[in-house]
Nanobody, 122 residues
Framework: VQLQASGGGLVQAGDSLRLSCAASGRTFSSYVMAWFRQAPGKEREFVASINWNGRSINYAASVNGRCTISRDNAKNTVNLQMRSLKPEDTAVYYC????????????????WGQGTLVTVSS
């Protein structure tokens, strides 16, 4: 599985942004998909995950209520809609995929995209 994240940019606090991740591979629809982020000088952290049929979703406490993860298996895409963005949301956002895990741990995801930068100004 190859992943390509997009949609990052420079926004102001309170704005919304939609990130997308396009996946290649015939097995995308069976994979757990997730978003992680890494702020400057910090470790990569979990943001959200969604199982193959979208019926099981997890969010990090820091984004719960402000983010919505969704997927379109017909288009091989997973999206992260972010609202009420804060300066502390500034990070490189990565999409990840794994055939099994719904973990929040980075080392349990097998496939990673290249990341897209989100910068939130105050």
């Amino acid at each position: 599985v190859q992943l390509q994240a997009s949609g990052g940019g420079l926004v102001q606090a309170g704005d919304s942004l939609r990130l997308s991740c396009a996946a290649s591979g015939r097995t995308f629809s069976s994979y757990v998909m997730a978003w992680f982020r890494q702020a400057p000088g910090k470790e990569r952290e979990f943001v959200a995950s969604i199982n193959w049929n979208g019926r099981s979703i997890n969010y990090a406490a820091s984004v719960n209520g402000r983010c919505t993860i969704s997927r379109d298996n017909a288009k091989n895409t997973v999206n992260l809609q972010m609202r009420s963005l804060k300066p502390e949301d500034t990070a490189v956002y990565y999409c990840a995929a794994d055939p099994i895990t719904m973990s929040t741990m980075t080392n349990e995801y097998r496939f990673w995209g290249q990341g897209t930068l989100v910068t939130v100004s105050s």
